[in-house]
């Protein structure tokens, strides 16, 4: 299926949010937020196709899609990052995933995993 392997945009028009959760996976927007992570635009695009890959069968359910990385530690230095996908569910509860790695690419592709595993059981 073609969807399955777009990315998901950043942003969608005004317009086409009134149709979102019923479009394909290029117009499901996904958002990335850090907070204590660096992160550059590969790793970025990485997410976006992944996350399409992944989300690309079920987008037509799904309304958004958010990706929040966090450095748990904080300035007191140390390894672990966390992953949060939310992923919002047209006419139905939102799905949240959270995994804990010591490397951004390892806790991201855990908590989309188990999101995915979710949402096929929705």
Do not use: W
Not at 17 to 45: C, M, W, Y
Not at 92 to 108: C, D, Q
């Amino acid at each position: 299926m073609a969807t399955a392997k777009r990315s998901l945009p950043a942003a969608i028009g005004k317009k086409a949010k009134r149709a979102a959760g019923r479009t394909g996976a290029a117009s499901t927007p996904l958002n990335l937020r850090t907070h204590g992570v660096d992160i550059d635009d590969d790793f970025e695009e990485y997410v976006r196709a992944k996350a399409g890959q992944k989300l690309g069968r079920l987008a037509r359910r799904i309304e958004r899609v958010t990706v929040r990385l966090e450095d748990i530690n904080g300035p007191k230095g140390g390894v672990d990052v966390e992953c949060r996908i939310k992923v919002v569910v047209a006419g139905g509860p939102s799905v949240i995933m959270t995994e804990r790695a010591t490397e951004p690419v390892l806790a991201f592709d855990a908590a989309l995993g188990g999101a995915t595993r979710a949402l096929k059981k929705t």
